[in-house]
């Protein structure tokens, strides 16, 4: 289910809502929301659920597991085996198709016969929740956080409807205190903070982002016949495509955990303010950066060790980030093209530091667009044709509505490069704001009723 | 006042200084609730007279074995466009002239060949809106030219493709006909391609209620006026010019020799795109059969008409690619093998394909084609001639 849609807006938010509100115990409020977070899921496809079950079940024994065996052998198998089983899932539905594609690759070159892909369907968030449940089992492991007793407090976070296909990475910790507390949480306290970033999320995503998609999808659909102005016209709003939408997402979510008591954490802050690469990621998708840096980068060794041993480590992160994102080589080079952003700093951090800020910022934009041609294209040579023809002059005409496209650019980079963020504004509203915020709300309702509505981006991941 | 602030993990905020800030909750509930309240209202309305098409509006509110409301009227005004050109967003240059969209107390499209209360010599059953008869008036759909051409009563038992007849529909139908037709034409379109596990309809009573009860809840969800507004501001503003007409790529467009475009869908393409299995002109032809049985064992001696989609009639003269045409040429053999197969198993065929092909190219080259170029369906020159076969046909 989208939150962009009307079954989403007029029967499951207000049914899920109404009812929360009715209950008032713990446990029935974990049971309702687990109940609405698999029927939110199930709407897409009812046989995954059961993948997700699969894994709530296994991540909790093991949080059981960690209360009741003390010992180091025990706690290694109740850390190792699980987040296997939860790997191997994720390695099944997302990566064996890649795995079979590059082996034929490689078996054409050796004259090896090829395999038949296994067109496996990928279930949709099964990245998000696998990371969910991995952090829970390697915190519990840890420490960091005492393991719940409790099934449905468990699975009402594994399963939380505003998080679960397409994040904010929420770890357990980030959300024990409120859904411990969801007995107490005070109905009203929050509601129009919550109502505030969905609308704003929501108008990102419907009024934004699918605008520019819908100007931008059919040239990037041929990078060939595509200009050097096409190109970095479509390539600028690709890049402000990919931060409405997902942001937007983000942002709705965050409004929705308000609307049930949960503080949902940030996930982006102005990233295309950043002035080099470890700002930016300091910035962008948030959460899974915390993910990677707490539970990858640094038990690898982080920075500690020697500077080789650091950009080792640096690279390794991104090249798995970059993998995490999609099952496609062309994810990886993003991955490994912001890891040698990132050791690139580190080395010479110094000498880009002396820049003015205003030129950190523009030079940090220029090399994000270029990582996205990487992220948007389908395949390698696609990649290669679009950053050929946005680095030598082709002549040709601009792309059919790039007058609306330019209205939209200039809109998007207003509020990405000057407006503050949601989590940068205090969320109260003098009427003719609010007023404002009502009728972007209404302009979405005419979008969503009226044109053909995309998914959110990063649902593919 | 109000302080709302971000550190890392938790928001604090106290409460709003009402008289300076508004409840923006309220507000948005508000036009939520004023959307849904305008969306649902206008739904009660006569949708036809508010920009939902005749049929629509025809599957709302539907008796549980009848595929259209019972006794309606509606006119559709001159000018209406075809299915392509509106999928595809494109100017049209094929308007049809007003039309009459009229059901009989049993629910299914009028035949207005046929008296009120007599007995039809002839049931028409399957081909979906073929057979209903989509952008064609009550007097231009088959069942009427057939009455027309062969003097037989025909019932048009045509239903929409959401809805397809099972066999408890088939038993209700010919429960309350004045009496029981002792033929049938039971149509099939090439792109309907059937699972060895399709059924005709033994199904239990709930899942008969279920089907019944979603099927109402989907017939009145889409005929949503408002919903119909917006689309039509979207489809204006995507005019190639404030912004990309992402409709046109629902259509593959092919030059006619006049100059005009011929529209299709995928629907129409897809024989071509995916051949056929022999599993699935097994399964297709098991399918078919298992009808004939099941008419015959009430008595009705069924003729099967196969239609072609318009894309494997014309495509081997429109397209160009080589590879293209190889594919059109293979959905042209898959759609022989089925009538092989069917005939092997002893049942009678009529073979749309046939028909159609060896006049294919005067057609193409002329203003009266038989079917529609921005439109999937048959114009009254396709429906008239498929008639006057089929009336040759049943009676010798």
């Given at each position: 289910?989208?939150?962009?849609?009307?079954?989403?807006?007029?029967?499951?938010?207000?049914?899920?809502?109404?009812?929360?509100?009715?209950?008032?115990?713990?446990?029935?409020?974990?049971?309702?929301?687990?109940?609405?977070?698999?029927?939110?899921?199930?709407?897409?496809?009812?046989?995954?659920?059961?993948?997700?079950?699969?894994?709530?079940?296994?991540?909790?024994?093991?949080?059981?597991?960690?209360?009741?065996?003390?010992?180091?052998?025990?706690?290694?198998?109740?850390?190792?085996?699980?987040?296997?089983?939860?790997?191997?899932?994720?390695?099944?539905?997302?990566?064996?198709?890649?795995?079979?594609?590059?082996?034929?690759?490689?078996?054409?070159?050796?004259?090896?016969?090829?395999?038949?892909?296994?067109?496996?369907?990928?279930?949709?968030?099964?990245?998000?929740?696998?990371?969910?449940?991995?952090?829970?089992?390697?915190?519990?492991?840890?420490?960091?956080?005492?393991?719940?007793?409790?099934?449905?407090?468990?699975?009402?976070?594994?399963?939380?409807?505003?998080?679960?296909?397409?994040?904010?990475?929420?770890?357990?910790?980030?959300?024990?205190?409120?859904?411990?507390?969801?007995?107490?949480?005070?109905?009203?306290?929050?509601?129009?903070?919550?109502?505030?970033?969905?609308?704003?999320?929501?108008?990102?995503?419907?009024?934004?982002?699918?605008?520019?998609?819908?100007?931008?999808?059919?040239?990037?659909?041929?990078?060939?016949?595509?200009?050097?102005?096409?190109?970095?016209?479509?390539?600028?709003?690709?890049?402000?495509?990919?931060?409405?939408?997902?942001?937007?997402?983000?942002?709705?979510?965050?409004?929705?955990?308000?609307?049930?008591?949960?503080?949902?954490?940030?996930?982006?802050?102005?990233?295309?303010?950043?002035?080099?690469?470890?700002?930016?990621?300091?910035?962008?998708?948030?959460?899974?950066?915390?993910?990677?840096?707490?539970?990858?980068?640094?038990?690898?060794?982080?920075?500690?060790?020697?500077?080789?041993?650091?950009?080792?480590?640096?690279?390794?992160?991104?090249?798995?980030?970059?993998?995490?994102?999609?099952?496609?080589?062309?994810?990886?080079?993003?991955?490994?093209?912001?890891?040698?952003?990132?050791?690139?700093?580190?080395r010479f951090g110094h000498v880009w530091d002396r820049l003015p800020k205003m030129l950190q910022q523009a030079g940090m934009f220029v090399l994000v667009i270029i990582g996205w041609v990487f992220f948007r294209a389908l395949t390698f040579q696609d990649a290669t044709t679009l950053l050929g023809t946005m680095f030598a002059l082709q002549p040709g005409l601009l792309p059919v509505g790039s007058a609306a496209?330019?209205?939209?650019?200039?809109?998007?980079?207003?509020?990405?490069?000057?407006?503050?963020?949601?989590?940068?504004?205090?969320?109260?509203?003098?009427?003719?704001?609010?007023?404002?915020?009502?009728?972007?709300?209404?302009?979405?309702?005419?979008?969503?009723?009226?044109?053909?509505?995309?998914?959110?981006?990063?649902?593919?991941? | 006042?109000?302080?709302?602030?971000?550190?890392?993990?938790?928001?604090?905020?106290?409460?709003?200084?009402?008289?300076?800030?508004?409840?923006?909750?309220?507000?948005?509930?508000?036009?939520?609730?004023?959307?849904?309240?305008?969306?649902?209202?206008?739904?009660?309305?006569?949708?036809?007279?508010?920009?939902?098409?005749?049929?629509?509006?025809?599957?709302?509110?539907?008796?549980?074995?009848?595929?259209?409301?019972?006794?309606?009227?509606?006119?559709?005004?001159?000018?209406?466009?075809?299915?392509?050109?509106?999928?595809?967003?494109?100017?049209?240059?094929?308007?049809?002239?007003?039309?009459?969209?009229?059901?009989?107390?049993?629910?299914?499209?009028?035949?207005?060949?046929?008296?009120?209360?007599?007995?039809?010599?002839?049931?028409?059953?399957?081909?979906?809106?073929?057979?209903?008869?989509?952008?064609?008036?009550?007097?231009?759909?088959?069942?009427?030219?057939?009455?027309?051409?062969?003097?037989?009563?025909?019932?048009?038992?045509?239903?929409?493709?959401?809805?397809?007849?099972?066999?408890?529909?088939?038993?209700?139908?010919?429960?309350?006909?004045?009496?029981?037709?002792?033929?049938?034409?039971?149509?099939?379109?090439?792109?309907?391609?059937?699972?060895?596990?399709?059924?005709?309809?033994?199904?239990?009573?709930?899942?008969?209620?279920?089907?019944?009860?979603?099927?109402?809840?989907?017939?009145?969800?889409?005929?949503?006026?408002?919903?119909?507004?917006?689309?039509?501001?979207?489809?204006?503003?995507?005019?190639?010019?404030?912004?990309?007409?992402?409709?046109?790529?629902?259509?593959?467009?092919?030059?006619?020799?006049?100059?005009?475009?011929?529209?299709?869908?995928?629907?129409?393409?897809?024989?071509?795109?995916?051949?056929?299995?022999?599993?699935?002109?097994?399964?297709?032809?098991?399918?078919?059969?298992?009808?004939?049985?099941?008419?015959?064992?009430?008595?009705?001696?069924?003729?099967?008409?196969?239609?072609?989609?318009?894309?494997?009639?014309?495509?081997?003269?429109?397209?160009?690619?080589?590879?293209?045409?190889?594919?059109?040429?293979?959905?042209?053999?898959?759609?022989?093998?089925?009538?092989?197969?069917?005939?092997?198993?002893?049942?009678?065929?009529?073979?749309?394909?046939?028909?159609?092909?060896?006049?294919?190219?005067?057609?193409?080259?002329?203003?009266?084609?038989?079917?529609?170029?921005?439109?999937?369906?048959?114009?009254?020159?396709?429906?008239?001639?498929?008639?006057?076969?089929?009336?040759?046909?049943?009676?010798?």
């Amino acid at each position: 289910m989208l939150f962009n849609s009307a079954v989403f807006l007029f029967a499951f938010l207000p049914i899920t809502y109404l009812v929360f509100w009715t209950l008032r115990g713990k446990n029935s409020r974990w049971v309702w929301l687990t109940i609405t977070g698999y029927v939110f899921y199930g709407y897409w496809n009812p046989k995954f659920c059961l993948l997700m079950l699969f894994s709530t079940v296994v991540s909790y024994l093991a949080g059981r597991g960690f209360l009741r065996w003390k010992g180091r052998r025990e706690r290694r198998a109740l850390l190792v085996v699980p987040i296997v089983a939860d790997l191997a899932l994720l390695a099944w539905f997302k990566y064996a198709d890649f795995a079979i594609e590059s082996w034929n690759w490689v078996g054409g070159l050796i004259g090896r016969p090829p395999l038949a892909p296994l067109d496996i369907l990928l279930p949709i968030g099964i990245s998000f929740y696998t990371f969910h449940t991995i952090t829970y089992i390697v915190d519990a492991y840890r420490g960091t956080i005492q393991p719940t007793r409790n099934f449905w407090e468990f699975s009402c976070y594994v399963s939380l409807f505003s998080q679960l296909v397409a994040g904010p990475i929420v770890r357990f910790r980030e959300l024990q205190e409120d859904l411990e507390g969801i007995d107490r949480a005070d109905r009203g306290r929050y509601l129009d903070v919550g109502w505030s970033f969905f609308i704003i999320g929501m108008a990102q995503k419907v009024l934004v982002a699918d605008t520019i998609a819908s100007i931008i999808d059919p040239p990037l659909a041929d990078v060939a016949s595509l200009s050097t102005a096409s190109a970095w016209l479509c390539m600028l709003g690709y890049t402000y495509q990919l931060y409405f939408d997902f942001a937007g997402y983000s942002n709705m979510a965050v409004g929705l955990g308000f609307m049930f008591g949960m503080h949902i954490p940030q996930n982006f802050n102005s990233p295309y303010k950043a002035l080099n690469p470890s700002d930016f990621w300091r910035r962008w998708h948030i959460s899974l950066s915390r993910v990677l840096r707490d539970y990858l980068y640094i038990p690898l060794g982080g920075s500690k060790g020697s500077g080789w041993l650091t950009y080792r480590n640096l690279m390794i992160t991104m090249l798995l980030g970059g993998l995490w994102h999609g099952a496609a080589w062309t994810f990886v080079v993003w991955g490994a093209y912001h890891g040698i952003l990132l050791s690139l700093y580190r080395r010479f951090g110094h000498v880009w530091d002396r820049l003015p800020k205003m030129l950190q910022q523009a030079g940090m934009f220029v090399l994000v667009i270029i990582g996205w041609v990487f992220f948007r294209a389908l395949t390698f040579q696609d990649a290669t044709t679009l950053l050929g023809t946005m680095f030598a002059l082709q002549p040709g005409l601009l792309p059919v509505g790039s007058a609306a496209l330019m209205v939209m650019l200039l809109l998007a980079g207003a509020i990405a490069h000057l407006a503050p963020n949601p989590f940068e504004l205090k969320h109260q509203w003098k009427p003719a704001a609010a007023v404002a915020l009502a009728g972007l709300l209404l302009l979405s309702l005419v979008r969503i009723y009226g044109a053909v509505n995309s998914p959110f981006l990063y649902f593919q991941f | 006042m109000t302080e709302f602030v971000w550190d890392g993990l938790r928001h604090k905020a106290s409460t709003l200084d009402r008289a300076r800030h508004w409840r923006l909750s309220r507000l948005a509930v508000a036009v939520l609730a004023g959307w849904l309240v305008v969306d649902v209202g206008l739904r009660f309305l006569p949708v036809e007279r508010l920009g939902v098409s005749a049929i629509m509006a025809a599957q709302r509110f539907t008796g549980r074995h009848s595929p259209f409301r019972a006794n309606l009227s509606i006119v559709v005004p001159a000018g209406s466009p075809g299915e392509n050109a509106v999928r595809a967003n494109l100017p049209p240059t094929e308007l049809r002239p007003p039309l009459r969209f009229s059901t009989d107390s049993l629910g299914y499209r009028r035949n207005p060949e046929m008296p009120r209360g007599a007995v039809p010599d002839v049931l028409f059953i399957g081909g979906d809106s073929f057979i209903y008869g989509a952008n064609l008036s009550d007097e231009e759909t088959l069942p009427a030219a057939f009455t027309r051409a062969s003097g037989l009563l025909a019932y048009n038992g045509g239903r929409s493709h959401l809805t397809p007849m099972m066999l408890s529909d088939l038993d209700w139908l010919l429960g309350h006909l004045p009496g029981a037709p002792t033929k049938a034409v039971l149509v099939h379109l090439e792109q309907h391609r059937r699972r060895p596990k399709d059924r005709l309809g033994q199904r239990s009573d709930l899942e008969q209620d279920l089907r019944y009860v979603r099927w109402i809840v989907r017939g009145w969800w889409d005929a949503s006026p408002l919903s119909n507004a917006t689309r039509r501001l979207f489809r204006r503003l995507s005019n190639d010019k404030l912004l990309t007409n992402v409709y046109e790529q629902q259509v593959v467009a092919y030059h006619l020799p006049d100059g005009h475009s011929m529209l299709f869908r995928d629907s129409e393409t897809y024989p071509a795109r995916i051949p056929q299995t022999p599993r699935q002109i097994l399964a297709t032809s098991e399918y078919i059969e298992a009808w004939t049985r099941e008419l015959s064992a009430r008595g009705i001696e069924t003729h099967v008409l196969l239609l072609p989609t318009r894309f494997t009639l014309y495509g081997p003269w429109l397209v160009q690619e080589e590879e293209e045409r190889a594919e059109v040429l293979r959905a042209v053999q898959d759609f022989y093998r089925l009538d092989a197969e069917l005939n092997q198993r002893g049942i009678r065929t009529i073979n749309g394909l046939d028909i159609f092909r060896r006049t294919a190219v005067e057609d193409l080259g002329s203003r009266e084609l038989p079917f529609y170029r921005e439109d999937n369906h048959w114009s009254p020159v396709g429906v008239n001639r498929i008639a006057r076969v089929l009336a040759d046909s049943l009676r010798r």
